[in-house]
């Protein structure tokens, strides 16, 4: 599986940005699709996820409400809606892959074996 994210980019609190993860490769309903981000001298944390099989999403408590990850009809590319952005949301962005995870591994980043090229969001205050 690869993975290409894009669209990440400076600005201001209160704005908006929209990454996308386009996947290549044996990807299938076994699949969760993942967005993960890593600040500087901060550990790589879950941001939001989407269930190939049954499009479940889940989220960060910190994104809640502000962010919506969804895929498009060709099911070849997972997006992630970010509104309200605020500073806290600085990061590199990744996006990530994995098979055959169960619900209590989702959010964990060492159980997705596919990663994307992080793209850098800042958010100025």
């Known amino acids: 599986v690869q993975l290409q994210a894009s669209g990440g980019g400076l600005v201001q609190a209160g704005g908006s940005l929209r990454l996308s993860c386009a996947a290549s490769g044996r990807t299938g309903s076994r699949y969760v699709m993942g967005w993960f981000r890593q600040a500087p001298g901060k550990e790589r944390e879950f941001v939001a996820l989407?269930?190939?099989?049954?499009?479940?999403?889940y989220y960060a408590d910190s994104v809640k409400g502000r962010f919506t990850i969804s895929r498009d009809n060709a099911k070849t590319t997972v997006f992630l809606q970010m509104n309200s952005l605020k500073p806290e949301d600085t990061a590199v962005y990744y996006c990530a892959a994995g098979a055959g995870l169960i619900m209590s591994s989702y959010r964990t980043a060492d159980n997705y074996a596919y990663w994307g090229k992080g793209t850098q969001v800042t958010v100025s205050s």
């Open positions: 989407f269930t190939w099989s049954g499009s479940r999403t």
